[in-house]
């Protein structure tokens, strides 16, 4: 054991019953997308592997972030089928919504991923889970502190950091005099808040938006940049800024957050908003909701891990730093996922961990370059976006050709009722190969992914014109996107 760590006092402070070093081939820290896969392929390996979790094995994915969302997001849209059924012709007698068994649904089902994540990881002999808060306390050596108060001393030669990020805080005045929700707390709310502000207008926001709407609150989202969805094409961004907006959704764009207070009607959020973009609605700039919640982004939880211990770089931001192969700047200590910037999704997450072990165990030489971006918000209709956006294309100069189709034209849509949304695709105009994809529509994910295999296996656009595709699927809807070129 190195002399003259923190934890020795540390231990001496907490009342230390157990104090093991234990020496592994690879250390985890993190139970999360990339951390579980890569355990279990380097445990097939035959390497000796420690997982080091402080809360839930399955990370923010299963836990907080996709399971959770999706699963309550599926009773929101029941709620707003069943509020337009009389459209279909099927006569209800109205409907009440019961919060306590929405999030009863949505544990059971995060319940049940947490639980199959934990036999995956419980069922190869040569992995151990250590429950508890790890930190560097060396080069290659880490520390947990478990709940009992307990340390042990873990080291490895190669260290695998898979710690996530958690919900960053904005430094709002009189955000601390308030009780605001943040994604992980508002997962856990008994009540349909009666009107939601949301500080913050990307895609957690969006969801949470639309989910709550549809659950029966008055909802507004506050977003400060002067575009709605700035990364996203205008007429796709527009295009679902109205939809929201039909559903009911107060949007305000441009709008700066300077102040949060408590007033007897609830929150009160100010806002400065340019000349031009004020809405007439918001009293002086400012609106009071019964509940706020932050939705501004996520920081990665590195500072927390004493990277410094390890002589790990972060960026300006808080990340990682890691080149292509997600290395850090200490030859044997990678990172993955959410913690090392870059887009943060679970698809990434995942892809990073097979990155890794390729290189590592198959002699491979794979890179996260070149990765295309591919991701879906899932709103109702859903985003589902690929590669390039137009805007994107357009700046690198690229000689492109714009195919795009409002989703009421779907024979599909108008037969279920899902006639909302807009589709678009760019097409590099000298080969014929589609560069990138948004399908703003029911299934949209889905469209994207037929559309991502066409650019993978570079499929031109002019053959998925004249393909044929089962009627009436979503899909045969991109013989006549193409067929608009
Ligand atoms: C509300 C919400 C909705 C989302 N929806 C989607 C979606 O629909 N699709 C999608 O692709 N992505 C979505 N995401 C993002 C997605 O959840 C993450 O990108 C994904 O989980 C990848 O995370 P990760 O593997 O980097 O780490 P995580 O899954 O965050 O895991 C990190 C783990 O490390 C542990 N940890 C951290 N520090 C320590 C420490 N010091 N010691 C021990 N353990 C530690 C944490 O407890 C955590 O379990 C959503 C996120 C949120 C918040």
Known sequence: MKQGHGYCNMASAVNVKIHAMT???AIIIGSGQAGNPLAKKLAGAG?????IERKWVGGTCINTGCTPTKTMIASGRIAYLVKRSRDFGIHLDGYAVNMEDVIRRKNAVVLSFRESTMKGLLQPANIKIEFGNAVFTGEKEVTVTKEDGSLSTLTANHIFINAGASPAIPAIPGLDTVNYLTSDTILDLLEVPRHLVIIG??????????LYRR???EVTVIESNAHFLSKEDEDIASELKKILEDDGIKILINARVSQVS???????VDCTMPPGSYAPE??????????????????PNATALNPG??????????????????ETNIPGIYALGDVKGGAQFTHISYNDHLVVYKNLVENGNESIAGRLPVYCLFTDPELGRIGLTEKEARAKGIHIKIATMPAAWIARASETGETRGLLKAIVDADNKKIIGA???STGGGELMSILQMAMMGGVTYDRIRDMVFAHPTFAECLNNLFGSL
């Open 23 to 25: 020496k592994y081939d």
């Open 47 to 51: 390497w000796k592997v420690a997982v």
């Open 201 to 210: 207008g990307s895609y957690i926001a969006l969801e949470f938006g639309q």
């Open 215 to 217: 659950l029966g609150s």
């Open 262 to 268: 408590s007033n007897p009607e609830g929150i009160r």
């Open 282 to 299: 918001i009293a002086a700039h400012s609106v009071t909701g019964s509940h706020l919640l932050l939705a501004t982004g996520r920081s």
């Open 309 to 326: 211990a390890a002589g790990i770089h972060l960026d300006e931001h808080g990340f990682i730093t890691v080149n292509d192969r997600l």
């Open 438 to 440: 948004a399908m703003l």
